[in-house]
């Protein structure tokens, strides 16, 4: 978002220290923002209210820097394919960091 030049304020929620992590903040904020589907991340632009990493890139692309997502079909499809890529690697690399249990267990 900072690269595209957009304004936007962060909200933190606060989780507390390990290893008692307290999702409370959030579970207190979650059903009051009037999100379709509330999760984290999400964007809200006015009345517009995106939850979840792709989509929220791909609107805030599509409204302040649409060359982002490419210029042609196949540039377009180069950005897809690379954004399901770093997203699967992000997903493999921290999911250990969700999970308990053996190193067989995360391996599966």
């Known amino acids: 978002m900072v690269y595209a030049g957009v304004n936007f304020e962060q909200d933190v929620y606060n989780q507390g220290e390990a290893p008692n ?17 509330p999760n984290l991340p999400y964007f809200i632009d006015s009345e517009v209210k995106v939850t979840e990493d792709l989509p929220i890139m791909k609107y805030v692309c599509n409204k302040w820097a ?43």
């Open 21 to 37: 992590y307290s999702l409370e903040e959030w579970s207190e904020a979650k059903f009051t923002l009037g999100l379709d589907f």
């Open 66 to 108: 649409p060359h982002l997502l490419g210029e042609s079909a196949a540039e377009m499809g180069e950005v897809e394919m690379l954004a399901v890529t770093i997203k699967e690697l992000k997903s493999n690399i921290t999911m250990p960091c969700y999970t308990t249990g053996t190193r067989d267990s995360i391996n599966k």
